[in-house]
């Protein structure tokens, strides 16, 4: 049969890859020095111009801030790649079909001013503790999917707009102080330091509505905006 050798040959070839993809990361790792003496001196000596004191907000921010960018891009990219999978903007969950349930209406009631109280917490916090634009963004979107849950049809009344503002929001703002420091500095993404702080917090306030965003659209097919059913049937 024509292509059958190739068929045949397939498998045992994409095991060979693997194993030498396998061997070559347990040589890597099997080489690496027993006692490495790391980066953290260095980032700790940088702190105090870095425009925050958590040591994890200014590698991810500051000293890292190339990487940081890259993958607020890739969680972008990652919803476009949903949307190009279902239709694009006219395609993607239409409805999303549930009974309506009035205990968990009333528990999102209460939980819904805490849940914005500690993302706002996790955003301004990660300046001097843990948290940070991610951490506050997973809790919008764990918020935003409660609310759907619940019954509470917000992602309808979004406008097509709004919804496109808040998925790209983190990007566009990142991008547009990576290059707004440039004439003051000289390089993209190197902050004047008696201005980091504010300029950390310009870009984290974004992202983290970016990521919930991102995330929630994710869980839809790609897009904020749908449409609840409920099963009467089970609300009986």
């Known amino acids: 049969m024509k292509g059958g050798w190739f068929a045949s040959a397939a498998p045992v ?33 940088e702190l105090d111009r870095s425009g925050v004191s958590n040591p994890v907000t200014a590698v991810l921010l500051n ?10 891009t890739i969680l972008l990219l990652a919803v476009l790649a949903a949307l190009a999978l279902v239709g694009g903007w006219t395609g993607g969950v239409k409805q999303m079909g549930h009974a ?5 209406r009333g528990f999102v009631r209460i939980l819904m001013p805490v849940t914005m109280l500690v993302a706002g917490y996790l955003l301004w916090g ?29 992602t ?6 709004t919804e496109r503002w808040l998925l790209a929001s ?19 993404l190197e902050y004047p330091p008696a201005a980091a702080k504010w300029l950390i917090l310009v870009i984290e306030a974004p992202c983290g509505l970016a990521i919930a965003a991102a995330l929630i659209a994710l869980a839809l097919g790609g897009q904020l905006r749908t449409r609840l059913t409920f099963d009467e049937e089970q609300d009986r």
């Open 100 to 104: 309506q349930n009035p205990v968990l």
């Open 126 to 154: 990660g300046a001097h503790s843990p948290g940070g634009a991610f951490q506050a963004g997973a809790v919008l979107a764990s918020a935003g999917m409660l609310l759907l849950l619940a019954g509470v049809d917000w």
């Open 156 to 161: 309808r009344r979004l406008p097509r707009w």
């Open 63 to 72: 000293y890292r801030g190339y990487d940081t960018l890259l993958e607020i």
């Open 13 to 45: 070839a994409g095991l060979m890859l693997t194993a030498a993809m396998v061997g070559g990361l347990a040589f890597a790792v099997w080489t690496l020095p027993a006692e490495t003496p790391g980066l953290a001196d260095a980032a700790m000596a």
């Open 170 to 188: 983190g990007l566009a703002v990142f991008l547009a102080v990576g290059v707004g420091v440039m004439p003051l500095q000289g390089n993209f």
